[in-house]
C-alpha cells in the first residue's frame, strides 16, 4: 500500500507535550551546563566529577539488570563523563523511583491476599513436566495456571472489536478497560456509546488510559466528557513539566474485562490506525485474544495492579469482582503482567524460555527489535540446535531510529540460521509468538529494551493445540505477504557494538517517551 493519510493530531494535546517537553529540556540543559561550567572552571570538581563517573560505572556493572542494558549507560558515561553522569543522575537511579515503587508494592500486597483456585499447573505437569516449568515460574510470581477458560484468537484486529463491542453490550455488571492508547474517533466512539448505555443500566464503567500514549488523540476534555457521562475515568502518569524519571515508565497494557466473564487483550490500542479505518503506515497489521472462563479473574487483577496505584484511596475490595467463571475449554492459559519497578524481567523471561525448548519451530512477529545478548545468543542457539527461527518485523516503520537500530540486528541474526522477513504491506504491531504447534504468547510486550524494561505490559500464555494452530495459521499468511530478507543481510557486515550502544542510549534513555503507538 503506497498511500497514507496524514495523522490529525489533537491539537491543544499536542502543545501540552511541547511546552512540557521544552520546559523539561531547559531543566536538564541548566544542570547538565551546570556541571559542565564547573568541571571547566574548577579542576577540583571535574577530579570528584570523574572518581563518582567511574563508582557509578562499577556500581552500574554490579547490578543485576541485562547486561546490554546496563552497558548502554556505561557507554554514555565513559565517553561523556560529565554529560553521561549528569544524565544517570537524573534519569538513571533505579532508587529514583522508590516512592512510586512502595505504592505499587502496596497494592500488590492487597492484590495478593486474593487467592485464585486452580489446578491448572498440576495438570499440566502430569501432561508436560517440561512446559509445566514455564507455569512454575508464572505461578511464583503470583500469575496461576487456568484449565477452564475458551480461547479465542483474532488474526484480524475489526473481527477482534466486533466480537469486543457485542460482548460490551451484554455487559450486565461491570466493565473494565485499559489501554495505553485511546483516540477520541471511529473506533473509540463505537465503544463510548456502549458505555454510555451500560451505565445509564447501572452498569460499573471504568476506563483507564496512558496519557503519553493517548496525547496525540485525545485532550483533557475527552477525560472531563467521560466523567459527565458517568464513566469512571483515570489517566496514568500525567504529563507535567517538571523534571521526573518515571515519565519514562509508561502503562502499554490492553485490557478489557467484562463482568468478570470474558477478557480481551493482544497488541490493539483503541485508535483508528489499528483497525485499518486510517494508513498512516499503510495496511496495519495486529492481533488479541479473548478469554472465556476462570482466567479472566487474573487480567481483572492486573487492571486493578494500575487502577489502584493511580488513585490516593484506599484499596477496594475484590471480592466481587472475581467470579472464578469456569467453562469448558482446550488447552492451559497464564495471563500474565510485566512491571519496571520491581527486579524481574517477567517479559523478557518467558520469551527466553520459550526459545530455549523449542525443539521443532518458533515464530515470532514484533513491530520493534532490539536485542539483549542473552535474547540474541538463545535466538541463535536455537537455530543451531535445527530449530525453524523466524521473525516477521515491519515492512514500513513508524519510527526512522527504532526502524534502522532492528535492521542492524539482522545481520548477526542470519549468519547463523534465523531468517527475518519485513511485512511489506505495511506496519505488523501484532506481538505474538507460536512454538512447536503447541505455546503461543500474545501480548503487548515487543522485542525491545523500552517494552522489556521500562513499562507496564501484560500477556497471555497458552499451551493448547488449537490456539497454536490459529496462529500458526496466521504467520503462514503474514510469510505469504511479506519479504524474506535473510540473503541481503548474510554477507553485510556487523554493526559496531559501539555504534549499537549509541543508538539504544538514543532510543531508551535520550528521547521522551515516543507518542508514536508501541
Known sequence: ????????????????????????????????????????????????????????????????????????????????????????????????????????????????????ETQGYEELQQNDPLHATEAYYLQSLGFPTFNHT???????????????????????????????????????????????????????????????????????????????EGIQCRVFNPIFPVLNPFMNNRDHRKITVIDGLIGYTGGYNLADEYFNYTHPYGLWKDSGVRLEGDAVDSLTKI???????SSKEDNEDLTLYLKGHKVSGEGYIIPYSDTPLDDEETGENVYLNMIKHAVDHIYITTPYLILSDEMQRELILAS???VDVRIVTPGIPDKKLTYSLTRSYYADLVRYGVRIYEYTPGFIHAKQWVSDGEVSVVGTINMDFRSLYLHFENAAYVYGKETAADILNDFYNIFRRSEEVTDKYINKPRILRFGQCILTVSYTHLTLPTTSRV
Open 303 to 309: 487492571f486493578f495492579e494500575m487502577w489502584q496505584t
Open 1 to 116: 500500500m503506497n498511500t497514507y493519510e496524514h495523522k490529525n493530531d489533537v491539537k491543544n494535546s499536542i502543545v501540552r507535550v511541547i511546552i512540557a517537553a521544552l520546559l523539561i529540556i531547559i531543566q536538564v540543559f541548566m544542570i547538565v551546563n551546570l556541571a559542565i561550567h564547573l568541571s571547566e572552571y574548577y579542576a577540583a570538581f571535574d577530579t570528584i566529577m570523574s572518581i563518582i563517573a567511574f563508582i557509578c560505572v562499577l556500581r552500574i556493572y554490579g547490578r543485576p539488570d541485562n547486561s546490554a542494558f546496563k552497558l548502554s549507560w556505561i557507554v554514555l558515561i565513559l565517553i561523556f563523563p560529565v554529560f553521561g553522569l549528569a544524565i544517570y543522575i537524573l534519569f538513571g537511579r533505579p532508587s529514583l523511583l522508590k516512592t512510586v515503587q512502595k505504592k505499587f508494592n502496596k497494592v500488590n500486597d492487597d492484590l495478593n491476599s486474593y487467592k485464585i
Open 150 to 228: 475458551k480461547i479465542k484468537f483474532y488474526s484480524s484486529t475489526n473481527d477482534a472489536l466486533e466480537a469486543q463491542l457485542h460482548d460490551l453490550n451484554n455487559a450486565k455488571e461491570f466493565i473494565f478497560m485499559e489501554y495505553h492508547a485511546i483516540e477520541d474517533s471511529k473506533a473509540w466512539r463505537q465503544i463510548e456509546d456502549i458505555l454510555v448505555e451500560k451505565v445509564k443500566q447501572g452498569v460499573d464503567v471504568r476506563v483507564f488510559y496512558d496519557d503519553m500514549g493517548s496525547v496525540g488523540f485525545i485532550n483533557n476534555k475527552f477525560r472531563a466528557r467521560l466523567h459527565d
Open 384 to 386: 543451531k540446535r535445527g
